[in-house]
């Protein structure tokens, strides 16, 4: 047992991109066969948080064969991996594992709640928020955020408006998330009305008004703030310069964030479409140089699918996947469909 649990404390502090599975596995099967249920739970647990999506599901199933029953901590390591891999289906075991076990800690129905609403399941979500009894602000948070991604504003303000009833206060991560859910619904007097009440929140209104067009105005404020503007402030400004055409402002956003040297390659590509489309090829090029410099790669995308608990990866340029032709003709029947004249 002492071996077990060495191996597993040693395991937190190692990278095992290399670790096969199976090893995992028989680690696990140990644990079981001298009862060490703690070592397999924390197995778990090291697993999740070091990104090992795959392993960490597999030593789920192995915990479940084995007879170990999850703890509220196994679920709140699992629920994570199941949204980064977009997992309806192992979210609802993980559900029914906390209905059955009792497991009534609100962080963990807080964490399900965030998690259905990542897998597009608002109405799950809104099930896990509407049947908790003691709602606190990270309930609230998530409620929001979900509805946020949705562009369902008026869902979101329905939810604050509870939420004030309730007289609990907001803190600024409840504040930029709702404000948020205004901007993608296009809600921007209530967002700003929002504002107003929460002036000393900094950092949240050039979205707002960039959502207007209002781009002098925006740079004004960001200017003007008593605070350092971090880079997502002016990553915020930037595209609005972009979508608008404002490459004045733009470039001075873009030496903001330059200077701040972003190891976010999100801005840097950013940066290179304002010069490419303000047709600055030699900004182009310099920035790619600066780039290969600092060796900042944009990773390949990547999406997935479960489909009938069996995860379904794709990943940009690659035609591997076995049911290619079949998909691809579903695909270009459905843009067949949209090129179709429509009758209002």
């Given at each position: 047992?002492?071996?077990?649990r060495?191996?597993?404390?040693s395991?937190?502090?190692l990278?095992v991109s290399?670790?096969?599975?199976?090893?995992?596995?028989?680690?696990?099967?140990?644990?079981?066969?001298?009862s060490?249920l703690?070592?397999?739970?924390?197995?778990?647990?090291?697993v999740?948080?070091?990104?090992h999506?795959g392993?960490?599901?597999?030593v789920?199933?192995e915990?479940?064969?084995?007879?170990?029953?999850p703890?509220?901590?196994?679920i709140?390591?699992?629920l994570p991996?199941?949204?980064?891999?977009?997992s309806?289906?192992?979210?609802?075991q993980?559900?029914?594992y906390?209905i059955?076990?009792?497991?009534?800690?609100?962080?963990?129905?807080?964490?399900?709640?965030?998690?259905?609403?990542?897998?597009?399941?608002l109405?799950?979500?809104?099930s896990v928020?509407?049947?908790?009894?003691h709602k606190d602000?990270v309930?609230?948070?998530?409620?929001?955020?979900?509805y946020?991604v949705?562009?369902?504003g008026e869902?979101?303000?329905?939810?604050?408006s509870?939420m004030?009833?309730?007289?609990?206060?907001?803190d600024?991560?409840?504040?930029?998330t709702?404000?948020?859910?205004?901007?993608?619904?296009?809600?921007?007097?209530?967002?700003?009305?929002?504002?107003?009440?929460i002036?000393?929140?900094y950092?949240l209104?050039?979205?707002?008004?960039?959502?207007?067009?209002?781009?002098?105005d925006?740079?004004?404020f960001?200017?003007e703030?008593?605070?350092?503007?971090?880079?997502?402030i002016?990553g915020?400004?930037?595209r609005a310069?972009?979508?608008?055409?404002?490459m004045?402002?733009?470039?001075?956003?873009?030496?903001?964030?330059?200077?701040?040297?972003?190891?976010?390659?999100g801005n840097?590509?950013?940066?290179?479409?304002?010069?490419?489309?303000d047709?600055?090829?030699?900004?182009?090029?310099?920035?790619?140089?600066?780039?290969?410099?600092?060796e900042m790669?944009?990773?390949?995308?990547?999406?997935?699918?479960?489909v009938d608990?069996?995860?379904?990866?794709?990943?940009?340029?690659?035609s591997?996947?076995p049911?290619?032709?079949?998909m691809?003709?579903?695909?270009?029947a459905?843009?067949?469909?949209?090129?179709?004249?429509v009758a209002?």
């Amino acid at each position: 047992m002492e071996v077990l649990r060495q191996f597993v404390q040693s395991f937190r502090f190692l990278s095992v991109s290399g670790v096969d599975h199976r090893v995992l596995s028989d680690v696990v099967k140990a644990c079981a066969s001298v009862s060490e249920l703690t070592s397999g739970r924390a197995l778990h647990g090291c697993v999740a948080k070091l990104g090992h999506l795959g392993e960490a599901i597999d030593v789920f199933r192995e915990i479940q064969a084995r007879g170990m029953r999850p703890n509220t901590v196994t679920i709140m390591n699992l629920l994570p991996v199941c949204a980064h891999i977009a997992s309806l289906h192992l979210v609802g075991q993980c559900h029914g594992y906390i209905i059955r076990g009792g497991l009534g800690d609100i962080r963990l129905k807080g964490t399900l709640l965030d998690v259905y609403a990542k897998c597009g399941s608002l109405k799950n979500a809104y099930s896990v928020f509407q049947l908790e009894a003691h709602k606190d602000l990270v309930m609230f948070t998530s409620m929001i955020a979900g509805y946020a991604v949705h562009g369902m504003g008026e869902e979101a303000l329905m939810i604050y408006s509870h939420m004030m009833d309730l007289g609990i206060k907001p803190d600024h991560v409840f504040i930029t998330t709702l404000l948020t859910a205004c901007c993608h619904a296009g809600l921007i007097q209530d967002g700003l009305h929002i504002f107003d009440s929460i002036r000393t929140v900094y950092g949240l209104k050039p979205t707002m008004e960039v959502r207007r067009g209002r781009l002098d105005d925006a740079y004004a404020f960001v200017t003007e703030m008593p605070v350092e503007p971090n880079e997502n402030i002016w990553g915020t400004l930037l595209r609005a310069c972009i979508t608008y055409n404002r490459m004045d402002l733009g470039r001075l956003a873009a030496n903001h964030l330059l200077q701040g040297e972003s190891e976010d390659i999100g801005n840097y590509v950013l940066i290179s479409n304002m010069y490419a489309a303000d047709g600055k090829w030699e900004g182009v090029k310099e920035l790619r140089k600066l780039m290969k410099k600092k060796e900042m790669k944009k990773p390949a995308g990547c999406s997935w699918l479960d489909v009938d608990g069996k995860m379904n990866v794709f990943m940009s340029g690659d035609s591997s996947h076995p049911r290619r032709n079949s998909m691809f003709d579903v695909l270009n029947a459905l843009v067949v469909q949209m090129k179709e004249p429509v009758a209002f």
